[in-house]
T-cell receptor, first 116, second 111 residues
């Protein structure tokens, strides 16, 4: 049973650049959520995608955008990178079954982004 | 809004000691409650969950009971091992799709 996968593992960028992170959900799951985890803190919700649409968004600026593909995989894009964007970016997947949103999310290993 | 409060760490214990990590929450309605564990350099692993009042979640010797009257979901283990050293996160899902996490509690178990 394939779990949630993310790429790349690590990434180093400079201020002002743009970055794209990728996620494949757990086998059988159709919903992808993205979280930002700063060092020493709990994850903060960025947004969630289902049926290729953004369904819910946390308190993050428009520099953070995303996409979901027909195969349920997802991308997180961050434009105009700031030093404060340095963090571990976590992808989580879940399942909507019969119109009921599953409450359990399974996480990938994360992408460590460093902005210099 | 929804929030989760965890006891601050680090919690340092000797092997085979009893573990309690406190977690309290604020939420409207009846959220599902979770404990996740994060080992160094890794993502989050689901440890256990409970979906309604008085439910007990359990896994790998860890337990937590959903206490609605005290809005708590404390994590316990009867005998910790060195391999349990990690950061533990309490989280809730109020049914609005996004998880709200606590700030995490680091556990260090010494041999």
């Amino acid at each position: 049973d394939a779990g949630v996968t993310q790429s790349p593992t690590h990434l180093i960028k400079t201020r002002g650049q743009q970055v794209t992170l990728r996620c494949s959900p757990k086998s059988g799951h159709d919903t992808v959520s993205w979280y930002q985890q700063a060092l020493g803190q709990g994850p903060q919700f960025i947004f969630q995608y289902y049926e290729e649409e953004e369904r819910q968004r946390g308190n993050f600026p428009d520099r953070f955008s995303g996409h979901q593909f027909p195969n349920y995989s997802s991308e997180l894009n961050v434009n105009a990178l700031l030093l404060g964007d340095s963090a571990l970016y976590l992808c989580a997947s879940s399942l909507v079954a019969g119109g009921v949103w599953g409450d359990t999310q399974y996480f990938g290993p994360g992408t460590r982004l460093t902005v210099l | 809004g929804d929030s989760v409060t965890q006891m601050e760490g680090p919690v340092t214990l000797s092997e085979e000691a009893f573990l309690t990590i406190n977690c309290t929450y604020t939420a409207t309605g009846y959220p599902s409650l979770f404990w996740y564990v994060q080992y160094p350099g890794e993502g989050l692993q689901l440890l256990l969950k409970a979906t309604k009042a008085d439910d007990k979640g359990s896994n790998k010797g860890f337990e937590a009971t959903y206490r609605k009257e005290t809005t708590s979901f404390h994590l316990e283990k009867g005998s910790v091992q060195v391999s349990d050293s990690a950061v533990y996160f309490c989280a809730l899902n109020p049914g609005r799709r996004a998880l709200t996490f606590g700030s995490g509690t680091r556990l260090q178990v010494q041999p």
